[in-house]
């Protein structure tokens, strides 16, 4: 096998060293070397580094998506491991943040290709510079909220988005291209977009294949549209129980007077910044949000810290016990709170340790 090394961030795009590592994907009719030189173009976003987000983005990555943005508000537990195929056991010992980890991996991967990791939460003041620019935004998303708020965010910058979840043995996925398919206020016009739902994969688990299936349907669609071939992707909503050996599709037909694709009325976008907290799935944990405008000194908090707690700190966060919780604080202010789901508990102790 002929084995190609460039340097980290440059793009090879000598018709030797494509055709060499993309050969049988070139070979595909489907895609050919248009289609190739095409997702060598393509900018797409992996909103959330869970199972699915690590899934798809390693699938993107291989088939040589020329730029990744990696986003991702969370830190690697050891919990993860068990179905985020990026993660390994040193990156919890580290506590590197999901989306630096899952960089580090993809490089081992693919070097030829460029890759932006965004340490942050999606929220409406900054999801709109995250999907500027991309040809795709795949959804690896945890709750229907934050899916939510990308979907107007994608229905308004017109950038396709390919949604998916999974929960237990069950999950789905739809694509949205806009001004075209339905969006997901189409498909899920009352979902609840409180913060924590009342199924969550920290309460019922996740069966680690049907991640696999989901993602792999989505990193299909991405690639798909990342080589010109969005006119071909589902027009259904698609479910799979793979514990029943169930596959169901059903029709996913736009809303007309839908509020967001059809009005154009992006409420979620215009909610006005505030201190949040959401339960974070899978994990026994609230994450405390700044408004924008909450200024960190990262260094003088780490130093003020350590003057009363033990502190473990990287160049991302910094790791404390508060009684008998454990904190995490980012760099951009943010902080999870393990050990609760109370999100009173979550503000009281952010309040006493960070400030607001
Ligand atoms: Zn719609």
């Keep these: 096998m002929h084995v190609v090394h460039g340097p980290v961030g440059v793009v090879m795009t000598s018709d030797d060293v494509i055709q060499g590592r993309y050969a049988r994907q070139i070979v595909l009719k489907e895609i050919g070397e248009a289609g190739q030189r095409r997702i060598g173009d393509a900018v797409a976003v992996v909103a959330g580094l869970g199972a699915l987000g690590t899934l798809s ?13 990696l986003v991702d508000r969370d830190l690697v537990e050891l919990s993860n491991l068990q179905r985020q195929c990026l993660f390994a056991e040193e990156d919890a010992r580290a506590s590197l943040p999901k989306a630096e980890a899952a960089m580090r991996r993809l490089r081992q991967i693919n070097s030829a290709i460029r890759y932006t990791p965004i340490v942050m939460d999606i929220n409406p003041a900054n999801v709109e510079r995250m999907a500027e620019g991309a040809t795709v935004v795949v959804d690896g998303l945890d709750n229907f909220y934050t899916r939510m708020v990308i979907n107007e965010a994608c229905v308004k910058l017109r950038v396709p988005l390919v949604y998916g979840a999974c929960l237990a043995t069950y999950g789905s996925a739809a694509t949205v291209i806009p001004g075209e398919t339905a969006c997901l206020h189409c498909l899920f016009p009352d979902v609840a977009l409180a913060a924590a739902p009342p199924l969550t994969c920290e309460t019922v688990g996740v069966w ?149």
Excluded at 57 to 69: D, K, P, W
Excluded at 313 to 324: E, I, S, T
């Design 57 to 69: 983005a390693e699938i993107l990555a291989r088939a040589g998506v020329g730029t990744l943005r």
């Design 208 to 356: 680690a294949p049907v991640a696999v299936v989901v993602a792999a349907w989505q990193a299909s669609e991405a690639l798909k549209i990342a080589s010109g071939h969005a006119a071909i992707t589902s027009r259904e909503l698609v479910h799979v129980d793979l514990w029943r050996n169930e596959l169901t599709r059903l029709p996913a037909a736009r809303v007309p007077g839908c509020r967001v694709c059809g009005a154009r009325k992006f409420d979620l976008l215009a909610e006005p910044a505030r201190l949040a907290t959401a339960s974070l799935c899978g994990e026994h944990a609230v994450q405390v949000v700044p408004p924008p405008s909450f200024d960190l000194d990262f260094d003088l908090l780490c130093t003020t810290l350590a003057r009363t707690v033990h502190v473990d700190r990287n160049p991302y966060l910094v790791r404390f016990r508060a009684g008998d919780r454990d904190v995490a604080v980012f760099r951009d202010g943010r902080a999870i709170i393990f050990g609760t789901s109370d999100a009173n508990e979550a503000l009281s102790l952010y309040g006493k340790y960070v400030g607001n």
